[in-house]
């Protein structure tokens, strides 16, 4: 069986992970199974990066050499879980280059003080550049030829949207079964960089935040894999976060239109983005926990091959967590039709996720839901573009709320969900702020105050039966 496997980051976090990484890999390969391998880089690096090119045109010599030498530990650290000496030896070599060419090019982004979103791109994916030869170093160790490559280096041929690149797909498709084929036929097994892409001109592009799990979906459907797991530091997708509701169960099996939403709305088990491929595919899915690799996890699979479990009408409860909400009033707002656009229109040119919208029937009141993250830029991108405009007559935010979502293909045409959903809410007097509903009836959504959140899902949780153990 032909497999794309993807190892996250939260699996990658020290030599342990590596090991353990390394090892299942291994035992999938003994079991006659075609493996690629795409990977994420370690876990925290990518934040590091980040936060390293936020402070580009202001820091100090001092302090990029010391976020250099930190990342440096950490992945110097991870190579102790290769056991030949010599393969270590090369790796350490490889990954002390990668760092002499990301502090050359961070000292040179401060020098010019500006930063493209080119250069971004190109900083960004050392996390994936400097993980990649580690992991497939720790798999040669076991005795397993490897062969570690870029995603561009791959075939993943992207456009210049640079932060978060499209694969050009028939181009990608040729060029990865190209590249690859030969590297599978000699018995060798390719370890790719998730979240990579390069241009046509050969310009290394990013395919966005959760960008791995999209580079595992895009190689599977280019190489027509038979399944993609995606190893993870969970068991699977849960009925609810564990964290949150104390009776929260493994999904055996789930449709790709119930996991998107499910993924949209908080559960970070696997980008969207990734399952989108696979809802348009033929594709399988497979998530499971790389610490207990026997388990079957959750298989995700296409709408007409999950069966629903009888009576039930909600599968999951996602939470989006440090909510920000900006409400915007004014008499003119009645009647004018562009506001809406105008407003989604400036956030969009600010990157700022917009992940809920509604507006009174009046039309003199709108309320936007933003990450809390992203709230003072959304605040000032909107005072400054529309209060002095005469549309708008008042903007206020209100920081500390949570978005809940029932997700469910049983919601599809059955009446009376929304008030289940509401009376529960009731009954534990919590009080909702707003409630949004997609076309789909997929998901119900609303937003509570953050001291709710726990008992607004452990109540659905309760009174939609999730306990269940049958799917």
């Known amino acids: 069986m032909r497999i794309v496997m993807k190892v996250g980051g939260g699996a990658l976090r020290d030599a342990a992970g590596i090991e353990q990484a390394a090892q299942v890999t291994k035992s999938n390969a003994e079991k006659g199974h075609e493996i690629i391998l795409t990977v994420s880089a370690l876990g925290g690096v990518t934040d590091s990066l980040i936060e390293m090119m936020s402070r580009i045109t202001s820091t100090k010599r001092n302090w990029i050499d010391g976020m250099i030498d ?19 030896q090369r790796a350490i070599k490889t990954v002390r280059g990668q760092l002499d060419d990301l502090r050359n090019l961070v000292l040179g982004m401060t020098h010019v003080g500006e930063l493209t979103p080119r250069s971004r791109d190109l900083l ?5 550049r400097l993980s990649t030869p580690i992991m497939a170093s720790a798999i040669e160790a076991k005795g397993i030829r490897t062969k570690p490559l870029t ?3 791959a075939g993943i041929l992207t456009d210049e949207n640079f932060g978060g690149a499209e694969p050009l797909m028939n181009v990608t498709s040729m ?5 690859l084929e030969p590297i599978l036929a000699d018995k060798v097994m390719p370890v790719i960089s998730g979240f990579i892409g390069m241009t046509q001109q050969g310009v290394i592009t990013t395919l966005g935040r959760g960008g791995s799990d999209y580079t595992a979906a895009i ?13 993870k530091d969970v068991p699977g997708i849960m009925t609810a976060d564990p964290l949150l509701c104390k009776n929260s169960r493994l999904i055996g099996k789930i449709a790709f239109d119930e996991a998107i939403e499910i993924a949209h709305f908080g559960a970070r088990v696997i980008h969207p983005r990734a399952l989108e491929v696979g809802l348009e595919s033929n594709l399988v899915y497979r998530i499971k926990n790389i610490w207990n690799p026997d388990n079957e996890g959750t298989l995700v699979v296409r709408s007409a091959d999950a069966k629903e479990r009888e009576g039930a009408t909600i599968r999951a409860i996602s939470v989006i967590d440090k909510v920000y909400l900006i409400n915007i009033s004014g008499a003119r707002l009645v009647g004018t039709p562009s506001v809406a656009a105008r407003v989604l229109d400036l956030l969009a040119n600010e990157n700022i996720d917009v992940l809920m919208i509604s507006q009174s029937s009046s039309e003199a009141n709108m309320s936007i839901a933003v990450p809390g993250a992203e709230a003072d830029e959304a605040m000032n991108t909107l005072e400054l573009s529309l209060l002095g405009s005469k549309l708008v007559r008042e903007i206020k935010g209100e920081e500390g709320y949570c978005i809940v979502a029932a997700v469910g293909r049983g919601m599809r045409g059955t009446p009376g969900v929304a008030a289940k959903v509401f009376k529960s809410m009731a009954d534990r007097c919590i009080n909702i702020r707003t409630i949004a509903q997609g076309s789909s009836e997929l998901n119900i959504s609303f937003m509570v105050d953050r001291k709710d959140e726990k008992a607004a899902v452990q109540a659905l949780h309760d009174d939609f039966g999730l306990s269940r153990t049958s799917d």
Request: proline residues 0%; glycine residues 12%; aromatic residues 8%.
């Open 70 to 88: 930190s990342l440096a530990a950490t992945h110097i650290g991870a190579i102790h879980a290769i056991t030949d000496e010599k393969i270590a």
């Open 124 to 128: 960004l994916s050392f996390g994936e």
């Open 151 to 153: 995603g561009g280096e």
């Open 175 to 179: 060029q990865a079964k190209q590249v």
């Open 219 to 231: 190689i599977g459907l280019s190489l027509n894999a038979d399944e993609l797991w995606f190893w």
